[in-house]
Every structure is written in structure tokens, then in C-alpha cells.
């Protein structure tokens, strides 16, 4: 009784397993020393969407953008405003196309997310909470929930 | 075949191969990754594949007047579709070089291929960022990419707004400020040039080259939400090729001609713009009003309204636009068949009518679209100007526009 009771709570931790793992928190992440300790959610969709190129105190951002087969980057852009990677795409193509500004740069791991960061005194990025480490600071948070979020 | 040929096919046979090569080369992802302080190159396209058909054979309906011949009520691949590649050279995080060349049905008809940007862009300080070469012209918001069918939810920019700008480059340069405002983004810009191309006028062009263009706006970006002001205003250097194109038995008279002239004459064109884009909505709203300098063209108010709402990968959406011109009040003075002519050339550039436009997008798969509309166009039986081919004894005013396309970036 007792290993059948086991086994099927292990079955359903197993279950749930991806639902929690779709669920752990994104956050934006900024490097340590650009600065900068909280953002709100319009400040992060201009420097992501290339409208403001600089922080409040004149740090110029150097946002990083993960590729389209990575599975946060349609997280993330539905939780900072609701759209599709499609749309983020057709948005980014009338900017590059009316030669405005190129995307930011796509990298395919949250490691490499960190790095890029890490590694630029302007550097941005979004990551799931658990990877942030010292060597980044979180300026924003967003709920678990898609859509909404915890403006700082 | 002949021997002498056979050489010149091996030498073009290696030149393609060699072609093939280096676009792949360029467009690798090593080369389009490269990190942002080294120098980069990219290759990026866009494309449409459409067909249109409208409800009538009285006029020929077109995109907008750079187009010399439209579509009658048979299925058609010439007024959208389209294909534009675009070489992006970074030189340093300040500096930007890049072409961009597009082919699209030509005003003599045909696939015309032409460069259509070919500039410099220095951005001294983030927020500002200075450009010189052949560029695009930002007219009215959006304006500059109205051929980047995927950037934008319907099949085509709404034509009671964009009918009146055949124009799309110039030679010179602009300038951009931006500032962080609250939480928002204000952003401004001026820009200057000379225009470039020739506008098709039934068998004629008039030559629009070398007329100086300036305009500037100012904008702001919170959110979700884009407001934007803007005015330019464009001094023609050439005369309207009125003669030529005049049916029998009128002809034009001096008095006509220096009445009508277009040389010298300076056309202001005002804009506002409003655009919420956010979860699953996107709604846009344009004005715009065109005070034409000439007596020979009539000044107009247009407009459009949009909204559409994702539901997965698929976007319905509903909109109106409208446009209609001030008929000019009869100048006295000339004899009865000057005054004629001068009110036929005037009624060429009349306009009156309302659009309702009903359609679809359907995101397929990454960085392609499908998209399909219904434009029924709803005016007066003298609204000529948007048109080709005008038959005015039959032409009511009353025509549907079908359209499917297929855009695509990569």
C-alpha cells in the first residue's frame, strides 16, 4: 500500500514537473555594476523593443535577446505585453526594413544570457529567477502567472 | 549551340556558383551573431506574394500612385507583390552602413529591381542618431515600410490614406533625438533631401527628381501606445505633363498651363497618429489633410481606423478609412474652353469615397503570414484620382477589392 501510495505520488510529481518548470519566474536581469537596481515595466519594453538606448542615469543599455526556437523568449515577451513572437517579429522587420535599428542581439542559453550581461556595463537580459547570480542584478520581476506581473 | 557560347555559359555557370557562395557566407548565422563590438554583416530579406482582384473593369485599382497600371475584376499578382533584400554592413557600434534593394511591379510594368536605401548611419550618443545617403521617406507614420507586408496586420497599408504618396525616397539626410520622458519615449526628427523617381501619369511621368523634400515629426511611446504628430512639405520642380496626357480635342492653352503649373508649387502634407499595440489588441487611428499648392490639384482629408484581435495565431480585424478632396471654385477670367480644361485636369485629381475593409492574418509558421481581405469601396462616381484607367462615362464610384498574400521575412 504504502510503495503504491509512493509510486503515485512520485508519478505525479513527475507530472507536474514540467508545469512547474514552465512556471518558474522570469526576471530581467541588468549588470551588477551598471548602476541601475529596479526598472518598471515600460522603462524594460522601451529598452527592449529599441525605443531608449540609455538607462536614467546615462549608461547606454546593451540589451541581449534569446532565439526564437528558446522557449522563455515567447515567455517573456507575453508577460512584458502580451504579445506573440511573431508580432515581436513583424515589429522588429518594419524596424530594420525602414532602417531604423537592428534587433538586439539573439544568443540560443540563459548561460550565455549571463554572460553577455555579465560582461557589459550596460548589459540586459531576461532569465528564469533560479539562474540570476551575482554576477547580475534583478531590476524586475514578473508574476508566475503569464500576463501578469510584480512591478517593482 | 554555338562553340563561341559555350565558354561565356561556363564563365557565368562559375560566376553564379561563386554568387552562391558568398550569400551563403554572409548570410550564416556566425556572421549574423557576431557580438556587438566587432564589425558585422547581415543579409536579411522581405517578400509578398499576392494576388487581387477588384469588381470592376470602369478604372484599374492600384496600391498607390507610383503604380502605372492596377488590377480590373480578374485575379492578379501585380499590384503586391514584392521582394526586398537588405545588406547591413555595422562598421562600429557607432557606425552603419546599408542597401536595401526592392523589386516590385514597375511603373512601365514588369519586375523592376531598384535600390531603394543606400546610406550611413552615425549614432554619436544613444539618443541620437544621424543618417545620409538614399532614404526612405517617413511621410506619414509607417510610411517608410509600407512595402514589408509581415511588419503590419492587413494585406496592404489602407489605400484612402496612402494612395497620395507616390513618393518614397530622397536623396540627403536626417537627424533623430530621443529622451526618456517619464516612463515613456519622446522622440523627434527632422529630415531634408531631394526627391527622386518620376510619378506615372497615364502614358506620361511626371518627374518628381531633384524636387526638395522636408518634413519632421515628433512622437511618443509609452506602453502600448504610439502618438505621433508630423508635417512635411514637398516644392515640385517640375510641371505635371498635362499636355500629353489631355484626350481630344482639348489642348492646353498658355493661360491654361501657367494656371495649372506645378513648378515652384509647394504641397504640405499634416499627419497625427495614434497606435495601441498590446496583448492580444492592436488599434490603429491616422488623419491626415494635404494643402496642394497647385491649382491643378485638389487638397484632401483622409483617414483610417483599425482594430484587430489575436485569438492564437490568427488575427482577424475590422476597419474604415476615407478620403475625400475640396473641389476648387471655378476661376474666372478665362475663356469658356480654358475654364474646360482647367476642370477636367482639376476632376483627375478628385476624390470622394469611403472604404470598409474586413480581413484575416494567420501567423503559419515563424516569419511568414497568410493573409486575406475584403476592401469594399463605397464613393461618388467622380472619384477618379485613387484609379488608373478611368472610364468616367461608367465608373460609379462602387468597387470590392479581394486580396490574398503570402508575406514572409528572412
Given at each position: 500500500m504504502r510503495q503504491r501510495l509512493l509510486l503515485c505520488l512520485s508519478f505525479c510529481w513527475l507530472l507536474l514537473q514540467p508545469l512547474a518548470e514552465a512556471h518558474a519566474e522570469l526576471?530581467?536581469?541588468?549588470?551588477?555594476?551598471?548602476?541601475?537596481?529596479?526598472?518598471?515595466?515600460?522603462?524594460?519594453?522601451?529598452?527592449?523593443?529599441?525605443?531608449?538606448?540609455?538607462?536614467?542615469?546615462?549608461?547606454?543599455?546593451?540589451?541581449?535577446?534569446?532565439?526564437?526556437?528558446?522557449?522563455?523568449?515567447?515567455?517573456?515577451?507575453?508577460?512584458?505585453?502580451?504579445?506573440?513572437?511573431?508580432?515581436?517579429?513583424?515589429?522588429?522587420?518594419?524596424?530594420?526594413?525602414?532602417?531604423?535599428?537592428?534587433?538586439?542581439?539573439?544568443?540560443?542559453?540563459?548561460?550565455?544570457?549571463?554572460?553577455?550581461?555579465?560582461?557589459?556595463?550596460?548589459?540586459?537580459?531576461?532569465?528564469?529567477?533560479?539562474?540570476?547570480?551575482?554576477?547580475?542584478?534583478?531590476?524586475?520581476?514578473?508574476?508566475?502567472?503569464?500576463?501578469?506581473?510584480?512591478?517593482? | 549551340m554555338p562553340v563561341s557560347l559555350l565558354p561565356r555559359l561556363a564563365v557565368l555557370g562559375r560566376c553564379i556558383s561563386r554568387l552562391t557562395l558568398v550569400l551563403a557566407f554572409l548570410s550564416s548565422p556566425l556572421t549574423a551573431l557576431a557580438g556587438d563590438e566587432e564589425s558585422s554583416f547581415t543579409l536579411q530579406g522581405f517578400g509578398t506574394l499576392g494576388v487581387a482582384r477588384s469588381t470592376t473593369k470602369d478604372v484599374e485599382f492600384v496600391r498607390d500612385l507610383s503604380q502605372r497600371r492596377g488590377i480590373v475584376d480578374e485575379w492578379s499578382p501585380a499590384i503586391d507583390s514584392v521582394l526586398g533584400v537588405q545588406g547591413s554592413w555595422r562598421i562600429n557600434p557607432q557606425f552603419e552602413a546599408v542597401a536595401q534593394a526592392t523589386g516590385r511591379a514597375g511603373?512601365?510594368?514588369?519586375?523592376?529591381?531598384?535600390?531603394?536605401?543606400?546610406?550611413?548611419?552615425?549614432?554619436?550618443?544613444?539618443?541620437?542618431?544621424?543618417?545620409?545617403?538614399?532614404?526612405?521617406?517617413?511621410?506619414?507614420?509607417?510610411?517608410?515600410?509600407?512595402?514589408?507586408?509581415?511588419?503590419?496586420?492587413?494585406?496592404?497599408?489602407?489605400?484612402?490614406?496612402?494612395?497620395?504618396?507616390?513618393?518614397?525616397?530622397?536623396?540627403?539626410?536626417?537627424?533623430?533625438?530621443?529622451?526618456?520622458?517619464?516612463?515613456?519615449?519622446?522622440?523627434?526628427?527632422?529630415?531634408?533631401?531631394?526627391?527622386?523617381?518620376?510619378?506615372?501619369?497615364?502614358?506620361?511621368?511626371?518627374?518628381?527628381?531633384?524636387?526638395?523634400?522636408?518634413?519632421?515629426?515628433?512622437?511618443?511611446?509609452?506602453?502600448?501606445?504610439?502618438?505621433?504628430?508630423?508635417?512635411?512639405?514637398?516644392?515640385?520642380?517640375?510641371?505635371?505633363?498635362?499636355?500629353?496626357?489631355?484626350?481630344?480635342?482639348?489642348?492646353?492653352?498658355?493661360?491654361?498651363?501657367?494656371?495649372?503649373?506645378?513648378?515652384?508649387?509647394?504641397?504640405?502634407?499634416?499627419?497625427?497618429?495614434?497606435?495601441?499595440?498590446?496583448?492580444?489588441?492592436?488599434?490603429?487611428?491616422?488623419?491626415?489633410?494635404?494643402?496642394?499648392?497647385?491649382?491643378?490639384?485638389?487638397?484632401?482629408?483622409g483617414g483610417y481606423g483599425l482594430v484587430g484581435y489575436r485569438i492564437a495565431s490568427v488575427t482577424p480585424y475590422l476597419g474604415y478609412s476615407w478620403v475625400y478632396s475640396h473641389e476648387r471654385a471655378t476661376p474666372l477670367g478665362f475663356d469658356p474652353v480654358t475654364t474646360g480644361v482647367i476642370r477636367y485636369v482639376r476632376q483627375d485629381s478628385h476624390t470622394d469615397q469611403k472604404t470598409t475593409f474586413i480581413g484575416v492574418r494567420w501567423d503559419v509558421v515563424r516569419n511568414v503570414a497568410l493573409k486575406a481581405q475584403w476592401d469594399a469601396i463605397r464613393g461618388a462616381s467622380d472619384s477618379y484620382f485613387p484609379y488608373r484607367k478611368d472610364h468616367r462615362a461608367t465608373w460609379d464610384g462602387k468597387t470590392n477589392i479581394f486580396s490574398l498574400t503570402l508575406d514572409f521575412v528572412f
Open positions: 526576471v530581467v536581469v541588468v549588470n551588477a555594476r551598471s548602476g541601475v537596481a529596479a526598472m518598471t515595466r515600460n522603462e524594460v519594453i522601451n529598452v527592449f523593443f529599441g525605443r531608449s538606448r540609455q538607462y536614467f542615469n546615462g549608461v547606454e543599455a546593451q540589451p541581449v535577446d534569446l532565439v526564437d526556437s528558446h522557449p522563455d523568449r515567447a515567455r517573456f515577451y507575453n508577460a512584458l505585453i502580451g504579445k506573440d513572437v511573431a508580432e515581436v517579429n513583424a515589429y522588429w522587420s518594419r524596424q530594420v526594413f525602414s532602417g531604423r535599428l537592428q534587433p538586439p542581439t539573439k544568443v540560443n542559453s540563459a548561460e550565455e544570457v549571463i554572460k553577455w550581461v555579465s560582461s557589459r556595463p550596460g548589459g540586459i537580459g531576461f532569465v528564469e529567477l533560479a539562474k540570476a547570480d551575482a554576477r547580475v542584478r534583478v531590476v524586475h520581476e514578473f508574476g508566475s502567472a503569464p500576463g501578469t506581473l510584480a512591478n517593482k | 511603373s512601365r510594368g514588369g519586375f523592376t529591381p531598384e535600390l531603394t536605401w543606400a546610406y550611413v548611419k552615425y549614432d554619436p550618443t544613444p539618443y541620437l542618431s544621424l543618417r545620409a545617403g538614399r532614404l526612405g521617406t517617413e511621410f506619414f507614420m509607417l510610411a517608410d515600410s509600407r512595402w514589408v507586408g509581415y511588419s503590419f496586420l492587413t494585406v496592404r497599408p489602407p489605400g484612402d490614406y496612402f494612395w497620395y504618396l507616390p513618393f518614397y525616397g530622397i536623396h540627403g539626410g536626417d537627424a533623430a533625438v530621443s529622451a526618456n520622458v517619464g516612463e515613456g519615449v519622446v522622440r523627434g526628427k527632422v529630415f531634408y533631401g531631394l526627391s527622386r523617381g518620376k510619378i506615372p501619369l497615364a502614358s506620361e511621368d511626371w518627374n518628381i527628381n531633384g524636387s526638395p523634400m522636408m518634413g519632421a515629426y515628433l512622437e511618443y511611446q509609452i506602453g502600448g501606445w504610439h502618438l505621433r504628430g508630423s508635417y512635411a512639405n514637398l516644392r515640385f520642380e517640375h510641371d505635371l505633363p498635362i499636355a500629353q496626357v489631355l484626350p481630344s480635342p482639348l489642348t492646353l492653352s498658355t493661360a491654361a498651363a501657367n494656371f495649372l503649373q506645378t513648378r515652384g508649387k509647394r504641397t504640405h502634407y499634416y499627419s497625427l497618429g495614434v497606435v495601441y499595440d498590446q496583448g492580444p489588441w492592436q488599434a490603429q487611428l491616422m488623419l491626415n489633410h494635404i494643402e496642394q499648392g497647385t491649382e491643378a490639384l485638389e487638397s484632401s482629408d
